[in-house]
C-alpha cells in the first residue's frame, strides 16, 4: 500500500485545519461587507486563525504513528543490546 504523505497523511486535523479557517475567514469577510461601521474586519483574529490551521495541518492525527506518515523506521539494536542503558 502506497503511503500518503503531506498535509492529507492526517485527514481529521487537516480537515479541523481548512473548515476551521474558512469558517473564520468568511466571518470576518462578512464583517468587512455588512456595511456596518461597527464591525470591521480583524486583520490580527484572520493572521491567528492562519497560525492555527498552518500548525494543524502541520500535526498528525493521534491514530497515526511517525512510520504511517513517511518517517523513516527507527534503527534496529546491534548484538541484542538494549537500546537505553541505565547506569
Not at 479557517?21 to 490580527?44: C, E, H, K, R, S
Not at 498552518?54 to 523506521?73: C, I, P, Q, Y
Request: charged share 15%; aromatic share 8%; no cysteine.
Amino acid at each position: 500500500m502506497k503511503k500518503v504523505v503531506g498535509i492529507f497523511s492526517s485527514p481529521k486535523t487537516s480537515a479541523s485545519a481548512i473548515l476551521g479557517f474558512l469558517v473564520l475567514l468568511l466571518t470576518q469577510i462578512g464583517y468587512a461587507f455588512d456595511n456596518d461601521p461597527a464591525t470591521v474586519m480583524d486583520l490580527g483574529v484572520v493572521f491567528s486563525g492562519l497560525l492555527m490551521a498552518f500548525g494543524l495541518l502541520k500535526a498528525r492525527d493521534n491514530d497515526k504513528t511517525s512510520v504511517d506518515v513517511g518517517a523513516a523506521e527507527p534503527p534496529k539494536p546491534v548484538n541484542n543490546a538494549t537500546p537505553y542503558t541505565t547506569r
